[in-house]
Structure formats: structure tokens, C-alpha cells
């Protein structure tokens, strides 16, 4: 089967599989406090599902896998899922996407099951402002989990961070002070139109420029990291003391759509072949209604095939998904 290469060249190998809309916090820039409509149960992949959906695509080469919600953490016998995903034959990359509050009590079950890279969402490391943007009083809980990863050896441990203008300054350096502290990546990601309330506003978007002048002025000089993948979403620095680095998803201010290599499976078994999609393929239906793995296989270059260039978010054209963030997965 041939690769999955785009309309503009780009080679996709790069697979993002949220398993579950719900979440346990309420991040005030992803979901509404009163949240519902979640997905029923039975319209939830199973394992079973993904993993067949993943042998079939590590078969048109997709090779990475991330595993993201809502709050993958929420669904049940996770490691299961990661096992059979760490043993089919291709994927050589298998990272998760978690907000750390369930982490400290599932980080051995995971390691054990095969996952070594995890990426934890932190926006600040100060209690009260966690229970603004979060609407939940869990600090504690994700630095606890944080420390049990490091503990475990789990490698690389990122921390990604959303930064909303006029709310995360004062986080910005402490932050990054902390990964410095343990070896962890901060990543600090620019605010995206992706929220199902209609908050997003460019005034509200800290932009990576913002925010590394802030870095060097409170810690000290920050050097791009040479030689980078310029398929990876982020762009990285490395304090030029040699202790820690920090990194940026800059997809207001710098979008990196020109290389992107990945395809995001839903919890509700659809295909999209970019976060601000505006159409996307039902995968679920294949998946039970006695469809060959040359039916899902197709639909999957489909999916590709049809992909933009990508988002629209500088342009007078943007329109917002029809899903929000949780509904998708990061
Ligand atoms: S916005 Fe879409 S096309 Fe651009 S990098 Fe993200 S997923 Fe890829």
C-alpha cells in the first residue's frame, strides 16, 4: 500500500487517538463548567477497535501513536489498550497526552504496559490560579504524578502548558524554573479558537515571542535548538547555562501546517486530517459493519488525500470546528 502522502507532499505517519470526551477538570478555555452531551458508551471505540484501526494504518506506515481524550486517564483498564498498541509490528513511538490529576496512582500500571513518553497539561504551578482556569482543586494531585513518572522513569516527561494572555504571566518563569529543576520540557502552547464556548480571541493569545522575551528577561538567555525535526509541532530552545530546555506550539503566531504529518482518530471512531477540520470520515461504521481492512485502509488515504493545506486561523475565512477540543483530543 502506498504511503500516506497528501496533495502537497506532506507524508502523514503520525496518529493521535483521543479514547474518551469526558474529562475530570473543566478548563475554562476547553469546556463548560456543565458540561454534557458527552459520547454514549456504546458509541465509544473499543480497544479491540483502535487496535485494529492501528494495525491497519501502521500498515500505510503510520509508526506514532499519542493517546489523548477529554482525559484519557478516564478511561477504564487503559493499559490494556496501550499493551496491544505498544506490540503492533511498526509503531515505534507511543506517547500519552494526560492532565495528571489520576496520574500518581496510574503511572506504574502504564510504564509497565510499555509507555515511556508522557506529556502532562499544566498551565501554572500556582494553587489558585489552577482553580481558576480548571474550575477543580487538583494541583497537588498532578504534581504528585508529575514526581511518580520521574521516579519511574518515564522519558521524555513534558509539561504542556496553555498560555492565556492577562492570566498565565506570573507562571510563565516559575514554570520553567521547575522544569529546570527535573528534566522536564516545558511546553508552553499558544491559546487556539478550539473551545466550545466561543472565547477565543486574538488578544488572548501570548504569543511564543511574548513569552521568550519573558524567559530571558527573569531566567536568562535562551538559544534555539539546532537541527530540528521540522515535522514536530514545536519549535525548541535550550538555556544557554545547559539546564533544561523549553518549547513552543506557535500555531497562531508561527503555524507549522506546512509540515504537519499527523491524522487524529475520535473517541466516536472519525477520522480527521487536521485539528480544525471542518469535514471528517466515518471510520466506526467500517469498523462494525463487516468492511474489510482494504475498506478502512482506503478510507484512511482518503482522509489524507483530502487534506488542506491548513488552518485558516490568520485568514478572514476561519471557521471554527464543529467539535470542540475535548472532543477531538490534542
Ligand atoms: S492546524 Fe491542522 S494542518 Fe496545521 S499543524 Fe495542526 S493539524 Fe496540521
Redesign the pocket.
Known amino acids: 500500500m502506498p504511503p500516506l502522502v497528501d496533495s502537497f507532499g506532506r507524508l502523514h505517519h503520525n496518529l493521535r487517538i483521543s479514547v474518551t470526551d469526558r474529562c475530570n477538570i473543566r478548563c475554562f478555555y476547553c469546556m463548560p463548567e456543565d458540561a454534557k452531551n458527552f459520547q454514549p458508551r456504546s458509541e465509544i471505540l473499543t480497544f479491540e477497535e483502535i487496535e485494529r484501526f492501528v494495525q491497519v494504518a501502521a500498515r500505510l506506515g503510520v509508526d506514532k501513536l499519542r493517546i489523548t481524550g477529554g482525559e484519557p486517564l478516564l478511561r477504564k483498564d487503559l493499559p490494556v489498550l496501550i499493551r496491544k498498541l505498544a506490540a503492533i509490528p511498526g509503531i515505534r513511538d507511543l506517547a500519552m497526552t494526560t492532565n495528571g490529576v489520576l496520574l500518581a496512582e496510574s503511572a506504574p500500571a502504564l510504564y509497565e504496559a510499555g509507555l515511556r513518553r508522557i506529556n502532562i497539561h499544566l498551565d501554572t504551578l500556582d494553587r489558585e490560579r489552577y482553580r481558576q482556569i480548571t474550575r477543580r482543586d487538583d494541583l497537588d494531585r498532578v504534581l504528585e504524578g508529575i514526581e511518580r513518572c520521574l521516579a519511574l522513569g518515564f522519558h521524555p516527561v513534558k509539561i504542556n502548558a496553555v498560555a492565556v494572555k492577562n492570566l498565565v504571566e506570573p507562571d510563565l518563569a516559575p514554570l520553567a524554573r521547575f522544569g529546570r529543576q527535573r528534566g522536564v520540557e516545558i511546553r508552553y502552547i499558544e491559546f487556539m479558537p478550539l473551545d466550545s464556548q466561543g472565547l477565543w480571541d486574538r488578544d488572548k493569545v501570548l504569543l511564543m515571542d511574548d513569552i521568550l522575551e519573558v524567559l530571558r528577561r527573569e531566567i536568562g538567555p535562551l538559544d534555539p535548538i539546532p537541527d530540528q525535526d521540522p515535522r514536530a ?1 514545536a519549535t525548541e530552545f535550550r538555556f544557554r547555562d545547559g539546564v533544561g530546555r523549553v518549547g513552543f506550539i506557535a ?1 497562531v503566531s508561527k ?3 506546512l ?4 491524522i ?1 482518530l475520535t473517541a466516536d471512531g472519525h477520522l480527521r ?5 471542518l469535514e471528517e470520515r466515518n471510520v466506526k461504521t467500517l469498523l462494525r459493519d463487516g468492511s474489510s481492512d482494504e475498506d478502512i485502509a482506503r478510507l484512511i488515504q482518503e482522509t489524507v488525500q483530502a ?5 485558516e ?1 490568520n485568514t478572514s475565512r476561519f471557521v471554527p470546528p464543529p467539535r470542540p477540543m475535548y472532543a477531538i483530543g490534542g
Do not use: D, E, Q, T
Request: aromatic share 20%; proline share 10%.
Open positions: 509541532p500555531s503555524p507549522f501546517c509540515n504537519c504529518n499527523r487524529r486530517y487536521c485539528l480544525f477540520a487534506k488542506w493545506l491548513g488552518h486561523i
